[in-house]
Structure formats: C-alpha cells, structure tokens
C-alpha cells in the first residue's frame, strides 16, 4: 500500500453504479473536521442524522443521513463518518471530490479492512473473511465464512496456541532443570502424552479447515480409469454439454482437459485425463504421463471403472499409486449395461457410487456425494471458511510436530523439541497474524474489494 497509516481514507462502501443508496465510508484522525465542513458537525456516536452534504460553498451536494462512530468503537478502530446519500454515481463522485478537497485520499484496496486488523480490532482470518463472504457462491460458504468472521477459525488456533506455549514452557524447564527432585520430565511420558494430544487436536483442525478451503475455492476433481471406461462421457454428462471427445477408440483422449462448472454454487474443476494403459505411442504415452501427474494437484480423484468389470489390477495399481495423497471416489460407469445398482454403494473399500453416463443415472447421487466431500451440507457444514495459505500453515506446524515427536522419542532431545513447538507456534501464528510480513499483509489486501 501506498499511503501512510495515519492518512484519512474515503472510498464508496456501497456497490458501484446506479443505486437506492450509496454510503460513503471515512476513516482517520480528520473525521471531525471533515464532518464539521461538510454536515455542520459530528453526530452523536453512533445516531443516525438527517442532513444535507454540502459543498466548499455551502451548497447541498445531497441530502441523506450522516452516522458517526468514535475511535476506538468503529470497524477500523479510527474515527469513521459514514455518509448514506442517493445511489447516484454523479452525485458519489461529487462527494468524494468534496472529501478529497478537505485533504482526505481514496482507500486502496482492503484498506479499511488492514486497518481494523493493525488496530486489533480483528484477526488476519477474520479479516479475510469479508472477502470470503462477500465473494461467497453458496449459503454454505456464506454461513462458514460468517463464522470465520465471528471469530471460529481464529478461537480454534488460539487455544492450540495456548496449549503449545504451556507445553514449551513445560519442557524447557525440563531443560533447564534436569535434576529437578530427581524427576526425569523428558522421560515420564508427559511431555509425549501433551504433545499427542496436540497432534490430535490439529489433525482434527486440519480436516476441517480442508472443506472449509473446498467451500471457498471449490474441487479440484480428477478424472482417472482404464480406457473406454466412460471417464469422457462422464465429464460430458457433469458439464452438460459435449466438452470431450467420446469414441469407442481406445486413447481418444490423450491429453488433460479442463472444465468449470458448479453444482449449487459449489465449484469444480473437473480434469479429465487420457486412460491409463501401457502404450507404445509416444504421444498416448506422454498423455498418461501427465494424467498420473495431475493426481499431485488433486482434491479427489474420481476413479472410472466399467461396472462390469469391476476393480481390476490396473485400478488396484491407480489406487497404491494415489496411496494417502488425496481421497478417491470410484465411479462404477455403466449400470445401464451391467444392471448393477445405481447411487452408494458400500463396497470396494472406497466411496463408491454407480453411474450411467449414458442414461444419467445415478448423477444425483454423485452431486450429493460431492456436495457432502466439500461439506457443503446441512448436517456437516463446516464452522468456518478457510483459504489454501491457512492449510499451508497448518501442514507446516503438523510437520513440526511430526519432527518434534522424532527427537523426542527418537533422540530424547529436549532443546530439538522446544525448537519445533516453536516452529509449530510461528506457522499457527501467521493464520491469526500473530506472526507475519508487510508483504503478506499487502497481497492479501490488495484482492479485496475497495471500501472494504
């Protein structure tokens, strides 16, 4: 950002262009000049006022009503005058000019937004969460990122926060106090007993935070399986139009496609991918290539098999290939020629669902299935939103802790422990912002919307 901190800041809070209403947002230490040459005076802390907004002549540029909220009870923590006028955008840009005359500047980008955040008035999630609601593509996202807003995400990392202080505190003064009434604290188990628990409670955080990243930036969904399975038909029959190729040729598809679509306001990418096969044509083969690699990028893998088949050897391989890495659903196509059932099925060891890609049944089952993977369901809707740079810093603190339990376990080293406790703390640190940079500060910010 390009101003200063203690600059007064105006922008339009309201949509842009013709409106019922458009509200004009001030925050900065010049509030009260500014409402006394253009309103006459401050309002009382937070009453709404009926008046008209002049110009450097004292003529009306509009009339509305003009609400005050004194520092430190605002959004931002500063002196913020909010100015309800008529939804015009020539008389918003009158105004604004007015403002700009009394030597306030237009917000940047997310600027209202960093200040209540520098100001402690909340955390760097829950900012992001007005983003994330604004932007919100369901009433499952919109109720999770509420949520974030109302502090769920935020309480969640402080109370794992509180409980890594007090475990570094505990073992460092094993550290520091080895001899202690001849008690071995590094070895009596509860140090390791402590650190488990934690283990425990953000593993747990984790998968929820995963589908709260689902709701917010949706699935990335990958499309894999034999040759001739359906794997096309069924990208077609999900898109509802004919995006790929579908022959009875083996290999049609040789290289990786890409589709967007939305089921109830919930994204998806969906990648289809070439069959997997072993093949002596250089270009099938390097498409399979690139098919096993997307499955690094994947937040589900859809798993075509032909029904009629079943689970045969080259899927067991696709499936020890995807190991842990990301959940598998497999899709058994082709009910409508092998008379299977369609919808759940409880078999194969995995989620399963049975398809025609040609008739279309099943594909409610499969809608709901996705909907549920994403959480984005009555019954397990998550409790907040979260983005890909809040499950980066919860990885790297599990990681921390994975080390921390090594060394000790491993090596009975209290100093390497307290190290990756403190590691794992910072990672936590950064959700929250308890730790972070101007440089994360300013590209967070700079996506949102300006009068936010």
């Known amino acids: 950002m390009t101003g200063t901190p203690g600059d007064t800041i ?68 500063e002196h913020v005058l909010e100015l309800q006028g008529h939804g015009s955008p020539v008389l918003v840009d009158m105004l604004l000019t007015r403002l700009l005359e009394l030597g306030v500047r237009l917000a940047e980008p997310g600027e209202f937004s960093r200040r209540a955040f520098l100001n402690d008035k909340l955390s760097l999630d829950q900012a992001e969460a007005i983003a994330d609601a604004i932007e919100a593509g369901s009433s499952a996202a919109a109720r999770a990122a509420m949520r974030s807003l109302e502090g769920t995400f935020s309480r969640e990392i402080d109370a794992l926060v509180a409980a890594l202080v007090e475990l570094r505190v505990y073992t460092e003064g094993a550290i520091d106090f080895p001899d202690e009434d001849d008690v071995d604290f590094l070895g009596d188990g509860e140090i390791e007993r402590r650190l488990a628990a934690i283990r425990e409670r953000l593993a747990e955080l984790r998968t929820r935070a995963a589908q709260g990243a689902s709701l917010r930036e949706g699935l990335r969904l990958v499309i894999l399986g034999s040759p001739n399975v359906g ?58 290539r690139r098919a096993k690699a997307e499955i690094q990028h994947a937040d ?37 020629l092998s008379a299977g059932p369609s919808g ?100 967070i910010f700079s996506s949102f919307c300006i009068g936010k």
């Open 231 to 288: 794997k096309s038909s069924l990208l077609n029959r999900l898109a509802r139009r004919d995006t790929a190729i579908v022959t009875d040729i083996a290999g049609t598809t040789r290289d990786v496609l890409h589709e967007q679509l939305s089921i109830d306001g919930l994204p998806l990418t969906l990648v289809d991918t070439a069959g997997l096969r072993e093949t002596d044509d250089p270009i099938e083969a390097e498409g399979v």
């Open 344 to 443: 759940v099925r409880a078999a194969l060891g995995h989620d399963t669902i049975g398809v025609s890609a040609t008739t279309g049944a099943g594909f409610d089952a499969l809608a709901a299935h996705l909907k549920q993977a994403a959480g984005m369901n009555d019954d397990a809707t998550p409790a907040f939103v979260a983005r890909r740079r809040h499950l980066d810093a919860l990885a790297r603190a599990a990681e921390a802790l994975e080390a921390g339990y090594e060394r000790l376990v491993v090596d009975a080293a209290g100093e390497l422990l307290a190290e990756e406790l403190r590691t794992a703390q910072n990672a936590l640190g950064e959700i929250t912002g308890t730790f972070t940079s101007d440089d994360l500060l300013g590209a």
């Open 10 to 77: 105006a922008a339009l809070a309201s949509g842009a262009g013709r409106a019922g209403v458009a509200v004009v947002r001030v925050s900065g230490p010049k509030v009260p000049q500014i409402a006394e040459a253009v309103i006459g005076g401050l309002p009382g802390a937070r009453q709404a006022r009926l008046c008209a907004f002049v110009d450097g002549d004292g003529v009306a540029i509009d009339r509305g009503v003009a609400v005050y909220f004194a520092a430190p009870a605002s959004f931002t923590g």
């Open 300 to 336: 589900r893998v859809l798993l075509v098999i032909d029904d009629r088949h079943g689970l045969g050897a080259d899927e067991q391989a696709v499936l020890a290939e995807i190991d842990a890495r990301c959940p598998v659903t497999v899709i058994a196509n082709k009910v409508d």
